[in-house]
């Protein structure tokens, strides 16, 4: 199958129930928990933020990590500071896992003044050189565009699992002109982008 075709099955595929999981033997999980149109809890509407999902599970099934996919709307936003489901489920996993780092990606519009934004709550959340292992593999794939916990420096995933665990957490922003389906080779240098820096962490 077609790149583009695997990211259009992934991004369509609809589930019952709040959220998807995937256990993987690498000690890496995905997260992407803006998937879907959500109410937030001040009454206003958080939009999906397209391919988030399909990019969590297309590296995911690639490289057999671990994802956690938010695929219905469950009235919290389950980045926000507040106490719910998601992040509990996510923390359990963690650490039944033996997982060692979090990737929580994120989608922003594409009038933000980067392609990707990396946030880890002003350089607390995951070592520098993980960060910069990250940065270059982004670069290798030809994006470059790249910027550090300005505007969104981790929301309330990385601050959970940030004060309960010791593993690397990131959170990605990526660009919308990098989630775009009519732009092919930037949504595939993204992903590839994620394979090349995974498959470097894990290795022995």
């Known amino acids: 199958m077609q790149f583009k075709d695997e990211m259009l099955n992934y991004e369509s595929s609809n589930y019952n129930t709040p959220y ?4 993987g033997l690498l000690p890496v999980i995905l997260t ?7 109410l937030k809890e001040n009454g206003t509407i958080k939009l999906p933020e397209p391919f988030t999902k399909a990019i ?11 994802f956690l996919i938010k695929t219905k709307d469950t009235g919290v936003d389950a980045n926000s500071d507040n106490k719910e489901d998601f992040k509990e489920t996510l923390l359990q996993i963690i650490k039944t896992q033996n997982i060692k780092l ?5 989608g922003s519009k594409k009038e933000r003044d980067f392609d990707i934004e990396f946030g880890t709550l002003n350089n607390l959340s995951a070592d520098y050189s993980t960060v910069k292992e990250l940065e270059d593999s982004f670069k290798e794939h030809n994006i470059y565009n790249i910027v550090y916990n300005e505007p969104f420096k981790g929301g309330g995933i990385t601050k959970y699992i940030y004060g309960n665990t010791d593993i690397d957490v990131i959170q990605i922003e990526i660009n919308q ?8 080779d930037n949504l595939k240098n993204v ?6 820096f995974i498959k470097q962490y894990t290795k022995d």
Do not use: E, G, W
């Not at 998807?20 to 256990?23: E, T, Y």
């Not at 599970?57 to 671990?66: H, R």
């Open 56 to 66: 969590a599970m297309y590296i995911a099934n690639k490289l057999d990590t671990s």
């Open 102 to 106: 979090l990737i929580d990606i994120h």
């Open 177 to 184: 002109k990098f989630r775009d389906i009519d732009n092919i």
């Open 191 to 196: 992903c590839d982008s994620l394979i090349t």
């Open 32 to 38: 992407a928990p803006h998937t879907i149109k959500q």
């Open 20 to 23: 998807i999981i995937k256990i």
